[in-house]
């Protein structure tokens, strides 16, 4: 069995970054090779660097940082084990699978649009295959929707995660409508953990309108984006 792997965020944005860092590091030995003004090829090695440094960024947020974001906010929710939970844009699985391990009797549903241009090999064979090999397939379950229209009844969730997902979401009016749809689906007395970039004031305030209470856990700087964890608890 391979081992899980949880894939990138925003591969084309990597990608795009990778490949003009490579055509301004070979414009800036061209220059070079060619005697053309120093001024030119310090501009061209700046904007090759400067593509580097973000591709790395990327990676180094994608595949080091969100899983320690990720454990914190599976750590918050506190999981007893008999939980029904859910992960809103699980992706290839990272928080539902982190949350699957925490559970004895409970369940872990991922929901995902599968979206390849926000996460590579974006898909839900990737996921079960994922479950699988952390060995959690039993207490997994995925389904394709929309987190601005979840296919999940009032109050059906004891718990709720969402990582780099609701940024994802173009509009306001549709952030805020996902944020309401978790609010739904969320039984009396559970709890809601994100961790977003960008926008987490707003989702803060949209999840106290809905009569939620709202934790700041952290605030952190991912993929050089101002970023926050939010825990909230329905009463
Ligand atoms: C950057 S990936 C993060 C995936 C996963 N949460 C993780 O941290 O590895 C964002 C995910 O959100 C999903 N997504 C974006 N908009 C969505 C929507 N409206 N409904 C459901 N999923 C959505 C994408 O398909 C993608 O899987």
């Known amino acids: 069995m391979t081992r899980a792997s949880y894939g990138i965020d925003a591969p084309g944005a990597v990608r ?11 414009a800036a030995a061209a220059g070079a090779a060619w005697s053309v003004p120093a001024w030119i090829i310090t501009v061209a090695a700046f904007l090759a660097a400067l593509c580097f440094f973000y591709a790395a960024v990327m990676l180094w947020s994608s595949l080091v940082a969100k899983k320690r974001v990720c454990a914190r906010l599976v750590t918050a929710l506190a999981l007893s084990g008999n939980e029904r939970v859910l992960d809103a844009g699980c992706g290839r699985g990272l928080a539902l699978i982190a949350c699957a391990k925490k559970l004895t009797t409970g369940k872990a549903v991922g929901v995902d649009l599968w979206a390849a241009k926000d996460l590579s ?28 229209k979840l296919p999940f009844a009032d109050a059906s969730f004891d718990a709720i995660i969402s990582i780099t997902v609701i940024h994802n979401i173009p509009s306001r009016d549709g952030r805020d409508q996902a944020l309401r749809e978790l609010a739904r689906v969320l039984k009396p007395g559970g709890r809601v953990a994100i961790f977003d970039l960008l926008h ?36």
Request: aromatic residues 4%.
């Open 200 to 235: 987490t004031a707003r989702y803060a305030q949209v999840l106290r309108d809905a009569g939620l209470t709202v934790e700041i856990l952290s605030r952190e700087i991912l993929w050089l984006l101002p970023s926050r964890s939010l825990l909230a608890r329905k009463p």
């Open 121 to 148: 090999d974006n898909n839900p064979n990737a996921t079960l295959a994922n479950a699988a090999a952390e060995g959690v397939a039993d207490h997994v379950a995925v389904e394709t929707g929309d987190i601005t």
């Open 16 to 26: 795009a970054n990778i490949v003009l860092g490579v055509v301004f590091a070979a």
